[in-house]
């Protein structure tokens, strides 16, 4: 009898690079198709009702895991950190390809089936839907990063929109008849006049099917954005769309002065012990073009509900 043949893909990192790690597992399926995948993560969320894959188990919850498809199954284990390759950190290969080739296969890129994807319920579309009901269109906002590398105060201004950027947004869309609705971790500061979405990981992600405008900065969202083909415009600072970027969004390279542009040259969550960098006071303000941002915002979106 001819005994299953298993590739353990092991994700320990965030939402964002769990999404991105969906375009891998189908490439790897698209190499392996006689080998059943088991993802392990820390956002078993990410991969419910995900076709390519046999199991998902969160990390610290894999009793027998060995035993059952490690020991004696001549299983092939990828535990890899991409954010940590060479070509990733210097912004040459998106975080998908660089992942690809240290699994050893070879990405057919983002115009392929080997994209992120998601997969959702009509029942969990219809929660989300009844818990963002509004008679006006919705623009959500993921101005901050809520589960990369933060300061002790949910800051990490690589990423993060600063306030009065994000304020100043949130006014002129509302003046425009949207009503915004912001995604924030709960040390991260609100947004005046926007409505804080409350909600686990799984129902945040499906609220993109209900919302008209979404600005999100590189994050989760960007990529929830991506997978479900909802284009959105994202902000990029320290990072860059040729890593975390995709097509289907509306992608903004922030406009870095040279003082600033040094202060990011020194920065990478995994060179940065005790986020030392994170926690500097610096003005990112001066990087964004505020009429820009909502010009993209007019002419990206704009989705019949679903």
């Not at 043949?5 to 965030?14: A, D, E, P, V």
């Not at 969906?22 to 419910?48: H, Q």
């Not at 299983?75 to 950190?81: D, L, P, R, Y």
Request: aromatic share 10%; charged share 25%.
């Amino acid at each position: 009898m001819k005994k299953d043949q298993y590739i353990i893909f092991h994700s320990n990192s965030t939402p964002t690079y769990d999404i991105a790690g969906t375009a891998v597992v189908k490439c790897l399926k698209n190499n392996f198709p006689e080998k059943k995948i088991i993802v392990v993560t820390n956002f078993p969320e990410i991969w419910l009702h995900n076709p390519n894959v046999f199991r998902v188990y969160r990390l610290g919850q894999t009793p027998y895991f060995y035993e059952d498809y490690v020991n004696d199954k001549n299983s092939v284990i990828f535990a890899h950190n991409p954010t940590s390759e060479s070509d990733y950190l210097n912004k040459k290969n998106h975080i998908i390809e660089s992942w690809c080739q240290m699994c050893g296969v070879k990405w057919a890129g983002p115009d392929s089936d080997e994209k992120p994807s998601l997969y959702f319920t009509d029942r969990e579309k219809e929660v989300s839907m009844r818990l963002t009901q509004t008679d006006k269109p919705i623009f959500l906002i993921q101005p901050y990063e809520m589960f990369g590398a933060l300061s002790p105060a949910g800051w990490s201004w690589p990423k993060d929109m600063p306030i009065f950027v994000a304020n100043q947004i949130v006014n002129k869309m509302s003046q425009k008849g949207y009503a915004p609705v912001i995604i924030k971790g709960k040390n991260q500061k609100p947004i005046g006049g926007a409505m804080n979405l409350e909600m686990n990981l799984r129902q945040t992600m499906a609220t993109l099917f209900f919302t008209e405008k979404r600005l999100f900065v590189d994050s989760f969202m960007a990529a929830t954005a991506a997978a479900l083909e909802l284009p959105s415009v994202v902000t990029f600072l320290a990072t860059h769309p040729k890593q975390n970027g995709y097509p289907e969004n509306k992608n903004m390279v922030m406009d870095i002065k040279t003082e600033l542009k040094e202060e990011i040259d020194q920065y990478h969550p995994t060179l940065d012990v005790g986020n030392a960098i994170l926690q500097k006071n610096i003005d990112t303000i001066p990087a964004y073009d505020i009429d820009k941002i909502l010009e993209a915002l007019d002419k990206t979106g704009e989705v019949t509900k679903k």
